[in-house]
């Protein structure tokens, strides 16, 4: 795994660093006495972070679901920080192995594919113009490789940590995944099932990493420096703020998984084929908001820039082959959804001879939010300024509760519409305000009202869920926030520290 630091966007002192690493690390803490319900995928030069579905029943005594449990109480392991802090995480490129189907571990044998060197070279290219501090990499050939292609000429500090390393899983090492299967069956279960107790060679290798994770985050977070990388070149953003009353920062997913290739492209996620997957679009800047803020109601139509991320979001989803676009009644959604209906329309019909398409457009009320962010009396402050990591914090405990549920109907809908299609394939595109998508991520992810605050999302943004056991089955994240596809109207993953004024 590769850690980059870099200056973000927060207008407080801020420190980035980049990390390359391989790709099984990211929260330690008190994993280890539950497990969750959900799966994050990463892709190539991307961290793919699986955690599995049941709790543990076993050597561990924790009751119930993680994801149930305080938000605070899992991140207490996080040491104390200063200044405001983005990590950005980068897996490295394919490798020999990768392409082999052979199980890694924490082996050293294989190296960067072809494949895997274009993948970093297309990462480099995304942070080109990004200011880092330093990078951590983990010393297995495949990842350092992916972090020297992407660090490149830069002059900051690269630092190499063994713990870094990816999961140590003995005896699978260099097996092919059928070998393993055969040789191993019933550890093999185990680990996709039940990783916390999966058991080789006497060993415990979650529980393992979980402690190595533990200790990273420690290092990189005191470092006087800023960001954190992961993935077969797909980035991941965390920013990290302190508490006013001190002890562990406060932690937010900015984006999961920008990855050099789109996002929607066919494939499998965490090993399996899908076609059936829900793709969360925010609706761009309306004209009632200033182009630095996101917009809080979407009661007008789309400025210019929104017309251009809305145009720019209709590309990206050119090759699906929609049938049905949602979203609520708000105008700035539903011009949103209608540009993305008329270039879909429009895809079969570059010839003399086309036969047009027809793709059904529906505005739904459980997808309005607008009604109950409007009731805040904190709805001025916190629209008055560029948004910030955490900026659901700031409404009232009554108002998150009333878009937690909300958000629980408007997901219960797009399951259902799910439903409808082929079990081979089905796509729901959903247009609507950040705040109710924030919302059912985390019904997604099986998480409680409170951790809607570590989740942010920008205009014109995209969030990807598969569903490779059909919509009754896990949902699979295979991005948050990727905004890649808007170029140059998209937020940079960091910003210069010279000039703050200008920006």
Request: proline fraction near 5%; hydrophobic fraction near 35%; aromatic fraction near 6%.
């Amino acid at each position: 795994m590769m850690f980059f630091a870099a200056p973000t966007s927060i207008p407080i002192p801020t420190q980035t660093h980049l990390t390359i690493h391989t790709a099984h690390q990211l929260f330690p803490s008190k994993i280890q006495k539950r497990t969750l319900k959900f799966t994050i995928r990463c892709s190539s030069t991307s961290l793919q972070e699986k955690i599995q579905e049941k709790s543990s029943v076993n050597e561990l005594t924790g009751k119930g679901d993680l994801l149930k449990s305080k938000k605070g109480d899992l991140l207490d392991f996080l040491p104390p920080i200063k200044v405001a802090k983005r990590v950005v995480l980068v897996r490295h490129g394919q490798s020999s192995w990768n392409a082999e189907g052979r199980i890694q571990g924490s082996s050293d044998f294989s190296v960067l594919t072809q494949k895997g060197e274009a993948q970093a070279e297309t990462s480099r290219q995304m942070l080109i113009d990004d200011s880092f501090d330093v990078c951590f990499s983990s010393p297995l050939i495949r990842s350092k490789r992916t972090a020297e292609i992407i660090w490149n000429v830069r002059n900051e500090e690269m630092i190499t940590d063994a713990d870094l390393r990816e999961i140590d899983l003995y005896s699978f090492q260099g097996l092919l995944k059928h070998e393993g299967k055969a040789k191993y069956g019933s550890a093999y279960r185990q680990w996709q099932v039940d990783a916390p107790n999966f058991n080789i060679d006497g060993h415990y290798p979650v529980r393992e990493l979980w402690e190595r994770a533990r200790s990273c985050w420690t290092r990189i977070l005191t470092h006087d420096s800023r960001v954190l990388l992961q993935s077969n070149c797909g980035v991941s953003v965390l920013d990290f703020t302190p508490k006013p009353e001190g002890g562990s920062p406060n932690i937010f997913l900015n984006r999961l998984n920008q990855t050099p290739n789109s996002p929607i492209a066919a494939g499998s996620s965490g090993g399996r084929k899908t076609g059936m997957r829900i793709i969360l679009v925010c609706h761009g800047i309306s004209q009632n908001d200033p182009e630095d803020n996101f917009p809080h109601s979407g009661d007008g139509p789309l400025n210019m820039l929104g017309v251009i991320q809305a145009q720019k979001t209709a590309e990206l989803l050119l090759d699906l082959k929609l049938k049905t676009i949602v979203s609520s009644t708000k105008i700035a959604s539903a011009e949103t959804a209608n540009t993305i209906c008329r270039v879909q329309e429009a895809a079969d019909c570059l010839g003399a001879d086309c036969v047009p398409r027809y793709v059904e457009t529906k505005q739904i009320q459980d997808l309005d939010v607008g009604q109950i962010l409007k009731k805040s009396k904190k709805q001025d402050a916190v629209g008055s300024r560029p948004l910030q990591p955490g900026w659901l914090n700031g409404y009232e405990s009554e108002i998150a509760t009333s878009l937690w549920g909300q958000s629980a109907k408007a997901w219960r809908y797009l399951l259902d519409e799910l439903s409808k299609g082929s079990e081979q394939e089905n796509v729901m595109v959903a247009v609507g305000h950040p705040a109710l998508h924030i919302a059912m991520l985390g019904h997604c992810l099986n998480l409680t009202e409170e951790w809607m605050g570590t989740f942010h999302l920008d205009a014109g943004s995209i969030s990807v869920v598969d569903f490779p056991d059909g919509q009754t089955g896990r949902g699979i994240v295979r991005c948050i926030n990727y905004t890649a596809h808007l170029g140059r109207w998209s937020i940079p993953i960091t910003r210069s520290t010279s000039d703050d004024e200008e920006f």
